[in-house]
């Protein structure tokens, strides 16, 4: 069975608007400097050939994979996200005890990550150790750096 990947409404609309970007204005810059290159002649020792039908290949490379990964999207729907227990779609307010502070996680699918952002996975190590709690729980997350221990302050829409 294939793996169902969520995700929001705003982030499928950038998959498609980059896909969309590929297919037509990417494509197009491509086939030109693919028959520019052809001007040049001898196929067999052309770097700008070469190039291009390396860029082309890269292109409907990433055009494929984007296919693939929308085709196995489900859309969050927002009405329907949980505040009473930690899943996708969820703001998550949290003490961290070991660094004495509070902050303010996203609970996102891996493709939305963005740690910069707050944005974690719900398949990171502290994601999966959120996922599923409730406020007031006390939860250990099991990191490359360490244990973090968390006490969930509050679970919100994102």
């Known amino acids: 069975m294939e793996t169902v990947i969520k995700l929001t409404q705003a982030k499928f609309d950038e998959m498609n608007q980059k896909l969309d970007y590929l297919r037509t204005v990417r494509r197009s810059e491509i086939s030109d ?3 520019h290159a052809k001007e040049f002649g001898d196929l067999s020792e052309n770097a700008e050939y070469s190039a291009a039908k390396e860029a082309q290949v890269a292109n409907e490379a990433e055009i494929a994979r984007i296919e693939d990964t929308l085709a196995l999207v489900e859309i969050i729907d927002e009405k329907e996200v949980n505040t009473k227990y930690i899943g996708i ?5 949290v ?5 004495d502070e509070e902050m303010t996680l996203q609970i996102v699918s891996s493709l939305e990550a963005d740690s910069r952002k707050n944005k974690i996975s719900d398949r990171s190590p502290i994601g999966k150790a959120l996922v599923g709690h409730k406020k007031g729980d006390r939860v250990v997350a ?13 679970i919100s829409k994102n």
């Open 33 to 35: 400097a693919i028959k």
């Open 95 to 99: 003490y961290d005890e070991v660094e």
């Open 89 to 93: 779609g969820n703001s998550v307010v």
């Open 142 to 154: 099991k990191t490359p750096a360490g244990d973090m221990i968390f006490v969930i302050k509050s």
